[in-house]
Structures are given as C-alpha cells and as structure tokens.
C-alpha cells in the first residue's frame, strides 16, 4: 500500500473533548477544601459577591461565548479554528466555575459578624489586633470564609492556623499559635466588628 511506513497522525477533529483540563481542578483556583463535616462560613458581603459572579456567568458570559462558538463552528474546519478552539476552551472553564460556585453556594452557611458587634471575643468576622511575643510585630487580620478571604487586604480564612487561634480569645489574652518554625505566643490586642447595618 502507498502510505506503509508513514507516521500516522490524527487530526484533532478526531478526538475527544473533555470537561475538565488536563489539573482536574473543578474551578477551585487554588482554594483549600471544606474541613470535613464543616459548614463554609461566609459573609453576607462575601456571598452577595459569589452569588453576582453566578449570575454573570450564567446570563453574560456563558451565553456571549456560546455565540462566539456557535458563529465559529460555522466557519468550517474547527482543527485550525482559533475562535471556536478558544471559545470551547473557555466554556469549560466557565462551567468549571459555575459548577464550583453552585456547590459553595449550596453550602454556604452566611454568619453576620455584626451581631457580635461591641464583643472583645473572636468569632468569625472579627477584626483582630495581635501582637508576637517572640519578635513584637504587630498585625491585624479579619477572620473570613474560606471563598472570600483575601491575604492581600489583611484577611485571613476562618481555618487558617493563625484563625484558629484565635477563634474564643479576648482582648488580653495571650494564645499559641503553631507554626512550621514552632509554636509562638501572640497576646490579642482588640477585637472589633462591623456595625449592624
């Protein structure tokens, strides 16, 4: 036969498409797990914030790149496609994101910081002053859910080591906090809440 001893490739047109990439992630973008058996702790702020990405990608963005698809596989040949390769390859990673929003929205248990307003004890929403012992640098972190928490801003989720910490301390109190280099001592030095809108 004229083609033995050629290389056999196949077209991409051949093979199948999957719904996730190649990492597997469900659109978690690096965010650590539920503990088991835990609820996922959000503010009202943070959820009002999930729930709006839903529903922009759910009424905007998804529906605009399914056009942009749609218009694409009407070009013919979708091997060399750019817009309609690009526009699949971004639908995945909407719907990997709708998928994750959905679950952490099913999940999520929304806790008001504000009713623990006027408190010196840490619960979840708390804005907390410490100080390390060992070096006495001084920081504040607000405690958040795990969806919401941005380092950047000085948050810091409700499962983190420095979070868990704290949790049930009051001003004054000194804690332990466990970390790679070994425990540390840090004194809470106040403790405040968003008022009650």
């Given amino acids: 036969m004229w083609f033995e001893g050629l290389p056999i490739t196949m077209s991409k047109a051949f093979t199948r498409e999957t719904d996730q990439d190649d ?11 539920l503990p088991a058996g ?12 999930l729930r709006a990405e839903l529903l922009d990608l759910l009424d905007n963005e998804r529906p605009r790149i399914v056009d942009v698809v749609h218009w694409a596989a009407g070009n013919g040949d979708r091997s060399e496609n750019g817009d309609y390769l690009y526009g699949k390859k971004r639908l995945r990673e909407i719907d990997r994101r709708i998928r994750f929003l959905t679950r952490r929205l099913d999940l999520a248990e929304v806790a008001d910081p504000s009713v623990h307003h006027g408190s010196d004890q840490v619960f979840f929403g708390a804005t907390v002053t410490y100080v390390d012992e060992a070096d006495g640098v001084e920081r504040t972190v607000t405690i958040m859910g795990i969806d919401e928490a941005d380092s950047a801003q000085g948050q810091v ?20 906090l466990v970390t790679p280099t070994g425990p540390r001592d840090i ?9 009650k809108a």
């Fill in 23 to 33: 990492d597997g992630d469900d659109g978690d973008a690096g965010l650590p797990p």
């Fill in 38 to 49: 835990s609820k996922n702790y959000i503010t009202p702020a943070g959820h009002a914030r």
């Fill in 157 to 176: 989720s409700w499962i983190s080591p420095i979070a868990r910490a704290l949790l049930k301390s009051r001003e004054g109190d000194v804690v332990r």
């Fill in 187 to 195: 004194e809470v030095l106040a403790v405040s809440y968003p008022a």
